[in-house]
């Protein structure tokens, strides 16, 4: 049976949903250019993301979000985060009352330290937050644009508006988990950007499979911390958002984060790097924001950190490296379960409103 459905953006991972979506529903994505709107319902390609892939001729595309919304009983949300807010604000006023929105943006507010599914909580009514889910997990659009085995994971508080998604969505080549822990989802596929710009920074100083391997051990840790300081249950940082989506995007070729790191330990400067990519990295804005919550819990983040100061120019990256292997020795334990984290009872999104 077909699900009527919205897609907000038209990058890349908006463009590979709305391609997958599209082979057996009917979808319509939204975009603010003309000429993307213009080129996918013309000639069923997106200029600017994906070029090389052929869209579904199905798919419909508008820059209209009330046209976009409207009678959509499925509504996907991929947009760049710092977006976020401003986009779900105006759109609001069209989703459907009984509408499941799907978030597929990773990040954190700088402002407010709220994840996605705490900035939809803010701006949508609350007769949507019931059916708000995230979407996460080791997923590189452009291999779900080839049709390559990809699983993912959807977090919904209520869990049967997770399996509703789940049904839409999975394929023989894309497969969905369901998982009711929608903080340690959203935080794990946050940070885990942060921690790619450090290993691509280790990667270009050669560093050596060791640093990468302890790099990414601790900063799984690292993220484990200020989730579980959040609420989050840990055993989801070992699942397919937190361990399967830092493996993916600390040692893929396809990861823009590791890309940015990749040129700061080549020495070149953050703006450069930036517009070479021409898409949205989004570990550069969420390493910041994650400083100051982590600040805010009293959690260590020593990676995050260092990653920032880099960013900022306050270190180099041969300067942060070494500030993290001479740090004051400890147990590995009081390392990975931080005392400071788990002092205080865990601090919601709404405490934080």
């Known amino acids: 049976m077909s699900t009527p459905t919205a897609v907000l953006g038209a990058g890349s991972f908006g463009t590979c949903l709305a391609s997958l979506g599209a082979r057996e529903h009917d979808v319509k994505i939204w975009a603010r ?48 985060s710092t977006s976020l807010r401003e986009v779900m604000e105006t759109a609001a006023p069209w989703i459907e009352p009984g509408a499941i929105i799907v978030s597929a943006v990773k990040g954190i507010e700088f402002e407010t330290g709220l994840t996605m599914h705490g900035i939809l909580e803010d701006v949508l009514p609350e007769e949507h937050h019931p059916r708000l889910v995230a ?23 209520e869990e049967a508006y997770a399996i509703s998604v789940q049904a839409t969505l999975s394929s023989p080549w894309f497969r969905c988990y369901t998982n009711t822990d929608v903080v340690g989802v959203e935080i794990a596929g946050a940070l885990k950007n942060v921690i790619a710009i450090a290993i691509g920074m280790c990667d270009a100083q050669e560093g050596g499979h060791n640093a990468r391997a302890a790099l990414m051990t601790r900063g799984l840790a690292e993220i484990t911390r200020i989730g579980v300081a959040m609420g989050a249950t840990p055993e989801t940082f070992l699942g397919l958002s937190g361990m399967g989506d830092l493996l993916l995007t600390c040692t893929g070729d396809l990861s823009r ?41 009293g959690v260590d983040a020593p990676i995050s950190n260092q990653v920032r100061a880099v960013l900022d120019g306050e270190k180099t990256p041969q300067e942060a490296g070494l500030a993290l292997m001479t740090r004051q020795l400890k147990s590995e334990r009081d390392a990975t379960f931080d005392r400071r984290g788990a002092a205080g009872s865990p601090e919601s999104e709404r405490d934080r409103k």
């Not at 579904?56 to 996907?76: C, F, K, Q, S, W």
């Not at 979407?135 to 508080?157: D, H, K, N, Y």
């Not at 400067?269 to 924001?289: M, N």
Request: glycine residues 8%.
């Open 33 to 80: 250019r003309e000429e993307v709107v213009e080129s996918i319902n013309r000639d069923h390609r997106n200029p600017r993301h994906l070029t090389e892939f052929a869209l579904p001729e199905n798919l419909e595309a508008t820059t209209d979000l009330r046209d976009a919304l409207a009678g959509r009983e499925l509504v996907i949300v991929a947009v760049p």
């Open 135 to 157: 979407l996460s997990g080791p997923s590189f659009a452009a291999e779900i644009a080839q049709q390559r085995p990809t699983v993912v994971t959807l977090a919904c508080r």
């Open 257 to 297: 984060n590791r890309r940015v790191g990749l040129g700061l330990g080549a020495g070149r400067k953050l703006e450069d790097i930036v517009e070479e990519l021409g898409e949205v990295a989004e570990g550069v804005h969420t390493t910041r924001a994650a400083v100051r919550l982590a600040e805010r819990l």
